[in-house]
């Protein structure tokens, strides 16, 4: 006999809907309340997403993995992009971070958002915004 | 190090905008949405007394920030773990606090950023040497 499982509330039920979306189009996409939704349902990071003309608000700091590019979007409003950027102290593990993996962002605007990821990655978005280019994990 | 008992019932903070906290459970985003609005403003002169505060947040420790018998989170045997170094001398994104008291907290995935003399600092809690 097995234990009868309590059923999702509501509010855990759309967060497992908002997981499961693979497209976001002209939205506004709070990104720690997502990542958290992902943490909910088990995933430790977001991945296999395309956002397209979204506004990615944080407060939040992005760790881009591997896979993840970025089309004709605005990091954030700054004179210097290295204000945007964390290099990581260890190589191991980060916290307090949202790891992001093979997503797209397409045309989106960032606000409020830092990022951090491998040296390379911090090396060339400090030189000038990459676009178009994979990250490595 | 703080040892908050983990049969503690979750106690969600009513006002975010109190300056004292107690024995409560925070959303650091929360905490800096409600108080500044998105992308304003530094939390400035609180006290956390045995609270749970909660990320996803990068904590950007400014001046006259104390941590006293405070659980940094799990460094998984590293206080590395925890720390970023900001490549300018602006942090965006990060979740800012000067002027306030944290005592007996714990985070919990939340990470640390500030000046390199405060980091230092927090690298040295565990004691591992600061990176260079």
Known sequence: ?137 | MSRLPITREIRIASDLRATAFEDVDLNLFDLHVDNNGPGLGVIVGRTFRGCRLQGPAIMLVSMGVRFNDCNFGDPDGDMRNLVLRAEGKRALGTIPFRDTLFDGCEFLNVGFTGPSEILDQLLLVSGTAPKT
């Open chain 1, 1 to 137: 006999m097995t234990d009868q499982t309590t059923p999702m509330s509501a509010e855990e039920a759309a967060g497992r809907a908002l997981v499961a979306r693979t497209t976001f189009e002209k939205e506004a996409v709070w990104l720690p309340m997502l990542a958290v939704q992902h943490w909910n349902a088990g995933e430790m990071s977001i991945k296999d997403k395309t956002f397209t003309d979204c506004v990615i608000e944080g407060p939040a700091v992005m760790a881009v993995m591997n896979g993840t590019f970025f089309d004709s979007c605005a990091m954030g409003t700054t004179t210097d992009v290295k204000a945007l950027l964390y290099r990581p102290v260890s190589d191991v593990k980060m916290a307090g971070v949202v790891g992001v993996s093979n997503c797209r962002f397409v045309r989106c605007r960032f606000v409020q958002v830092g990022f951090t990821g491998s040296d390379q990655l911090l090396d060339e978005m400090a030189s000038g915004i990459r676009s178009q280019a994979s990250a490595s994990s």
